[in-house]
């Protein structure tokens, strides 16, 4: 079975850098995609960032510049270094792993950008 748990979250000030990790077991991971979604208070879920198997990774045009996926396939981990936040990248984030026919998630990481 698919587990998916983060660990990073936590607060800071605007222009500050946060460091997301989840850790992934239950699967090989070699097909498909791992990535980071979040959800804000009133908002829908939306894709942040995601990463193939051979590394290729895509963004939302408002973290581009900002946020860097990142994956180790040896330890079944994958990354999500934030830098230069904002208050509207306040949200809880979740990890995801889609295998092209099902969607696993993470329990989610609070991140809240105040001054």
């Known amino acids: 079975q698919v587990q998916l748990v983060e660990s990073g979250g936590g607060s800071v000030q605007p222009g500050g850098s946060l460091k997301l990790s989840c850790t992934a077991s239950?699967?090989?991971?070699?097909?498909?995609?791992l990535g980071w979604y979040r959800q804000a208070p009133g908002e829908v879920r939306e894709v942040v960032a995601t990463?193939?198997?051979?590394?290729?990774?895509n963004y939302i045009d408002s973290v581009k510049g900002r946020f860097t996926i990142s994956r180790d396939k040896a330890d079944n981990k994958v990354y999500l270094q934030m830098d230069t936040l904002k208050p509207e990248d306040t949200a809880v984030y979740y990890c995801?792993?889609?295998?092209?026919?099902?969607?696993?998630w993470g329990q989610g990481t609070q991140v809240t950008v105040s001054s």
């Open positions: 239950g699967s090989s991971f070699e097909t498909g995609t």
């Open positions: 990463i193939t198997t051979n590394g290729i990774a």
């Open positions: 995801n792993y889609y295998n092209f026919r099902n969607y696993y």
